[in-house]
């Protein structure tokens, strides 16, 4: 049973680019949440995805977007990029079906590097 | 809103030594907490939770954790550690399903041979 799937692994951008994150979420599950984790700090919550619309909101700016697709996998965009969007990100995913969707299970993360 | 404090940024010990990393939570309802552990350069692996019934929960590598409602309290505990858990902990605090993740700012457990 594959677990949480991120991509890539790893990014270097340039401030004003935009990158685009993808995450597939652990079998069974049907929600996914993504993170921001600064160097030296807890993770921080972007937003979360359930049947394809965004639910909940992080205190993040508009230049970070999201999508889910049906088969539940989702996407991360940032625009814009700035030198603090240096960061892991990391996807986490939930569903009622199986662990109940208090519990989220995440991924490996993607470090992004904005130079 | 919740909030989470670890109270230690940093705890070294000696292998076979206990151990305990605390939390404390701030939060007007009740919650569902939950200890994650990150190893260098890897995501979050979810240690153990506690949900309801029993306010011990352990995990499966020696670790264990009590919830204490009266104290806002969830510190986690081992009473014996070995060099392989050398590593981040966060203690994260939610308020159910289709809730965010709030997360302390890590403790780094640092074991020494």
């Known amino acids: 049973d594959a677990g949480v799937t991120q991509s890539p692994t790893h990014l270097i951008k340039t401030r004003g680019q935009q990158v685009t994150l993808r995450c597939s979420p652990k079998?069974?599950?049907?929600?996914v949440s993504w993170y921001q984790q600064a160097l030296g700090q807890g993770p921080q919550f972007i937003f979360q995805?359930?049947?394809?619309?965004?639910?909940q909101r992080g205190n993040f700016p508009d230049r970070f977007s999201g999508h889910q697709f049906p088969n539940y996998s989702s996407e991360l965009n940032v625009n814009a990029l700035l030198l603090g969007d240096s960061a892991l990100y990391l996807c986490?995913?939930?569903?009622?079906?199986?662990?109940?969707?208090?519990?989220?299970?995440f991924g490996p993360g993607t470090r992004l590097l904005v130079l | 809103a919740q909030s989470v404090t670890q109270l230690d940024s940093q705890v070294p010990v000696f292998e076979e030594a206990p151990v305990e990393l605390r939390c404390n939570y701030s939060?007007?309802?009740?919650?569902?907490l939950f200890w994650y552990v990150q190893y260098p350069n890897q995501g979050l692996q979810l240690l153990l939770k506690?949900?309801?019934?029993?306010?011990l929960v352990e995990s499966i590598n020696g670790f264990e954790a009590e919830f204490n409602k009266s104290q806002t309290s969830f510190h986690l505990r081992k009473p014996s550690v070995h060099i392989s858990d050398t590593a981040e902990y966060f203690c994260?605090?939610?308020?159910?399903?289709?809730?965010?993740?709030?997360f302390g700012k890590g403790t780094l457990l640092t074991v020494n041979p």
């Open positions: 986490a995913s939930s569903g009622v079906k199986t662990s109940g969707q208090e519990t989220q299970y």
């Open positions: 079998s069974g599950h049907d929600t």
């Open positions: 995805y359930y049947e394809e619309e965004e639910r």
């Open positions: 939060s007007s309802v009740s919650v569902y």
């Open positions: 506690y949900l309801s019934g029993s306010t």
């Open positions: 994260a605090v939610t308020l159910g399903s289709n809730y965010k993740l709030t």
